[in-house]
């Protein structure tokens, strides 16, 4: 088979795994080429709006595995393809020195045993650091239960490494797949990682959920999530919303990318906005509100926390308002030592996203917007209420408890 | 009058000389090449960061300009003043001005129009640097040597060349704008030469094939987001990546439907 047919197999196999390429990571220095970089750099985009920084790909797409979610089981009559260690070094090391890439994303499908791809893949990242002397950024997905040793050699050779989880339970991964056990493949390598990274604090580790493949709810996902973030120091989660495949659809499809995007919206409330987790509000069904994102339905369910006054508001408040972000709150909390904050201008110019802000803050004793202005879909009025008619065109006293 | 030197360092000093003293500023070049050469003008390097700070002292103002404060406005000038508009150095003034006058906060958290303006220099700037850093393509060009053709508006050349070197330490690099090729080598100095023999060599590399299949491999169809893409990468941009078309190609699409 040819390289470039090779090469659009396996890029397109890896389609649907998500990360990114920012690293603090400086242990490879002095490295014959490439660097990394705290921030990233996207390298293009895809017409879908999706950033390339890494060279994404699978070793091979050939695998013994049966998961219901996955584009690339056992069951499926696709080409299979794979790459050898050394084509893969050469066409990497080609997108890099060209800058179409920031670094090497290398996952694969299970052939024959995860310890023998595990093997294949160890190889290309050990010619890239060690023949090519690459120090750029490379994340390797581990195969479910592999052995610890190369566990071991990934991580120092690596900047990330990665399990994917999946779904939050066993009782999920049983309707997927009649093969991988979830609590010894996949929460046990987690855990044999986590173990590792103890001993070598630069590398992380994440994980990938597939939203919406067996009916899992949000609720679910959020308490699997917590616990790896506690318990396993997880650095972050990524969600793909579930790529319906020709054999496996007895799945609702309805509102996926939407709960994709709340999905990652609740994480990042949990990571950098330091919300507990009693404070998510989720619907009766389990599932977050997909109308209207976390920080709102949290915001909307406890107006009596609101509005605040933004010249003396803490970081907390200020975090679980609407519109403010952690870089716009640290500015907040920086400048209103010097400058009185009167105008939404200023708040604007820091960064806040002020339509979403207005009902919940107050200026100089002052309201400026309602919330009813939030879903007009217009630019809100922001005509000035007093105090008293701001508490009665928006607080329901309904939800006060 | 106030003269300042070629970069960043002086013409922030120069700034806040002149409104300590209340005096006007004028470039080296300027004062060169025009007829403010025949009026009295003060090198700034005459005066030392420790008669400034004494001064700045007595009128109770600037004590930002010596904590990390003044080294955030710094970084915003560097790239500022790397701006093709020509009255970038009055925008980057008015800022110090403002700052030394009423505090810095109002420029930094752009709670200021003056701020505002400055912001909007230094994201065009940086903007342009970030852009750059992941869109250009190099083609091997020799032994060790990398070539590559960037589309620049700023003055940031130098920026780019800073960059790249870090990833490619041990290659000579090569970036043409402008029928320029601007060469970076080993002892990291930058030279100019004739740009067109090096733009042929970059014509004539074939691995554009590889990308392009890698490209559409990453395409996932069912998310077809044209507006997301337009906004993360410019519409300027379409036409001169290799992917470019391939966008024009889905746009087209859209608009036959």
């Known amino acids: 088979m040819e390289l470039l047919e090779k090469l659009e197999i396996l890029g397109t196999a890896a389609k649907f795994d998500v990360c990114a390429a920012s690293s603090s990571n400086k242990r490879f220095q002095g490295a014959s080429f490439g660097a990394v970089s705290p921030s990233g750099v996207c390298h293009s985009f895809t017409p879908d709006g999706r950033c390339i920084s890494l060279f994404k790909v699978l070793m091979t797409n050939e695998c013994e595995q049966d998961c219901g979610y996955c584009q690339n089981n056992c069951y499926r009559d696709i080409p299979r393809a794979r790459f050898t260690p050394d084509e893969l070094v050469q066409l990497f090391v080609q997108f890099y020195t060209r800058n179409y890439v920031e670094g090497l994303f290398l996952s694969s499908g299970i052939r024959a045993s995860s310890n023998r791809t595990m093997e294949d893949m160890l190889q290309v990242v050990e010619r890239l650091r060690i023949k090519h002397r690459f120090g750029g950024y490379i994340h390797l997905k581990i195969l479910p239960g592999c052995e610890e040793s190369m566990i071991e050699k990934a991580v120092a050779l690596c900047n990330r490494v990665s399990v994917n989880i999946e779904v939050p339970s066993d009782r999920h991964m ?33 994980t990938q959920y597939v939203v919406g493949a067996a009916g899992e709810t949000d609720r679910e996902i959020f308490d699997s999530v917590s616990q790896l973030y506690h318990t396993y120091n997880l650095k972050r989660a990524y969600y793909s919303a579930y790529q319906p495949i020709a054999h496996h659809s007895a799945v609702k499809r309805d509102n996926l990318l939407v709960r994709e995007n ?103 004793g002052k309201s400026f917007g309602r919330l009813e202005d939030l879903t007009k879909g217009e630019r809100p009025l922001y005509e000035q209420l007093t105090i008293e008619q701001f508490m009665k065109e928006t607080i329901h006293y309904d939800s006060i408890p | 009058m106030i003269r300042y030197h070629n970069n960043m360092g002086s013409f922030f000093k120069a700034c806040v000389v002149a409104w300590l003293l209340g005096d006007s500023l004028c470039s080296e070049e300027e004062w060169n090449t025009t007829l403010l050469q025949f009026a009295p003008a003060t090198d700034v390097a005459q005066y030392s960061w420790e008669e400034i700070q004494h001064m700045l002292r007595k009128r109770n103002r600037g004590q930002w300009i010596f904590d990390g404060r003044g080294s955030r406005l710094k970084h915003l000038l560097l790239y500022a003043l790397r701006h093709r508009e ?127 299949i890698y490209y559409k491999a990453q395409y996932i169809q069912e998310r077809k987001n044209l507006r997301l893409t337009a906004k993360v990468i410019r519409k300027k941009y379409w036409n001169w990546l290799q992917e470019g078309k391939l966008i024009l190609e889905e746009e087209q699409k859209d608009t036959r439907k």
């Open chain 1, 262 to 364: 709340r999905l990652y919206q609740m994480d990042f409330l949990m990571r950098q906005y330091q919300f507990r987790s009693d404070e998510f509000i989720f619907e009766k069904d389990g599932n977050l509100n997909y109308k209207v994102d976390p920080k709102m339905a949290y915001a909307v369910n406890n107006m009596h926390l609101f509005p605040i006054d933004l010249q003396r508001a803490t970081e907390a408040q200020l975090l679980r308002t609407p519109g403010i972000g952690p870089a716009s709150c640290r500015r907040i909390l920086q400048i209103r030592k010097s400058v009185k904050l009167t105008d939404l201008k200023q708040l604007k110019h820091m960064g806040v996203v002020v339509k979403r802000a207005a009902p919940f803050i107050l200026l100089n």
């Open chain 1, 174 to 206: 049983e309707k997927l797949s009649r093969k991988k056990d979830f609590q010894r493949d996949i929460l046990g390598t987690i855990g044999k990682i986590s173990k590792q990274l103890k001993h070598d604090r630069q590398v992380t580790q994440t």
């Open chain 2, 86 to 212: 020509d009255k970038k150095y009055s925008i980057c003034k008015n800022a110090i001005d403002y700052g030394l006058q009423h505090g810095i906060e109002g420029i930094l958290y752009k709670t200021t129009e003056e701020g505002k303006e400055l912001y909007r220099l230094y994201r065009n700037v940086f903007g342009e640097i970030h852009a750059m850093c992941g869109l250009v393509r190099f083609v091997p060009s020799g032994k060790n040597t990398l070539a590559a053709k960037v589309q620049l508006e700023h003055d940031t050349i130098d920026f780019l060349m800073a960059y790249f070197r870090q990833r490619y330490p041990d290659q000579v690099l090569i970036l043409v704008s402008g029928g320029i090729a601007y060469i970076c080598d080993e002892s990291d100095e930058i030279y100019e030469e004739e740009g067109s023999p090096f733009e042929e060599a970059i014509k004539s590399d074939d691995f554009g094939q590889f990308w392009e």
